[in-house]
């Protein structure tokens, strides 16, 4: 196929706005299934899979599941990443759909401690791996297919909702535990907490559905013309010829992971266990917290075509370094349920939609055509193993050291701001690069031309 006719049969506009609610449906799915198990690490797992007579150890065996996900997911990024780069974008993510949602629905079904000992924890730990595996690509593929599906000077608003379907996966999966954790407490943890879960199969025959009649990228479908003959091996190009990129990525997604794990996973947690409050705050607070960021993320990504990537995500790292210990102030002051809810929003909304809107569009410029998939979805899950997966984990440490105070914490996500600021500040501005560029140099050259 020509590169003339490859330039004709890129998608209209209608094509891109199904791609937009593929990638939409897709991420609400991978972050409706990973919620889940965050929230009911927090509110459920520690007591019925994982016991202990010190409710902490409970609580940290429980997040080290939660962390053995990610851990794995960036084996997930090189194996469907690279098939990505190979095969083509679509089938990778119908793929990868099935492996994380079926995953998913099986844990419904998983028998608690008091049935079989420790066959319990095996079994979850089990499926959390085979989830962590699928959805180790999912993220990374459904912001390339926006981003490279989107015409040149919309791309940061086409990537951003990538980003904006994690959050609708959220607001699903923190409405369905508001609801299911009204339930009187023996119901709750008996069979309430299966019952999201269980519902996931419903978001598979959506997406799958909708995925199904994606047509591939034209980006991916225009580099393979270009370039026919030449070997494909982008997990070589990534570790030699892309590395700083990788580097980049992975520096300036370690705040927005922490910020964003330390209000989604953390915090129902801190709220229960320490300050001693009700089990539906969190969920609740976190429902319309998610609310909110899913329309903040779409603006901050189209924010992002007009003023750049770089300025647009410093000041969501600046802003969370700066309302962190304010943050903490309100909650562990006030101990009451709009100041909770308000701070949330606020952490959310305004600094992880900050740094989170444009991710999709300046990932995917990060990389050549022939690596991209690769490149970042291995990366992103290296940062998410690094910062997401542990954030949890090294909160509650920083609580238990402090005799239940905050102040650790805060540090800790300002040094991650720190980290972030400096990957950021370093990093290249990206917009307006052609996203069908096979050579770094290429990609490079290519800066503010808004060619395809």
Known sequence: MSTSNLTHAVAPEQDNRRVAIASLVGSALEWYDFYLYGTASALVFNRIIF????????????????????????????????LGDVVGRRNVLVITLLVMGLS??????????????????????????????????????????????????????????????VYLGLLLASGAFAIVTQLPEEQFLSWGWRIPFAASVIVIGVALFIRLRLAESPAFLEAQARRPDAPISPIRDVFVHEKRAGLVLIGSQTPQNVIAYLNLTFMAAYLTGTLKLSNSIGPIAITVATLVTLVTLLLFGALSDRVGRKPVILFGIVFSAIFVFPYFWIIDGTRAPLPITLAIVVSLGVGVGAMFGPQGAYFSELFTARSRFTGLAFSREVAGALSGGLTPLIAVGLVAAASGSSWLVAVFVIGACLIGGVATVLGPETRGRSLKATTVEELRRSTGSFAD
């Open 51 to 82: 016991t202990a007579s010190n409710p902490t150890v409970a609580t940290l065996a429980s997040f080290g599941t939660l962390a053995v996900g990610y851990f794995i997911r960036p084996l997930g990024g090189l194996i469907f990443g690279r």
């Open 104 to 165: 998913t629905v099986a844990m419904a079904f998983v028998p608690t401690y008091a049935q079989v000992g420790a066959l319990a924890p095996i079994v979850l730990i089990v499926l959390r791996a085979v989830q962590g595996i699928g959805a180790g690509a999912e993220f990374g593929g459904a912001a390339i297919l926006s981003a490279e599906h989107a015409p040149p000077r919309r791309r940061g608003l086409y990537g951003a909702w990538p980003a904006a379907g």
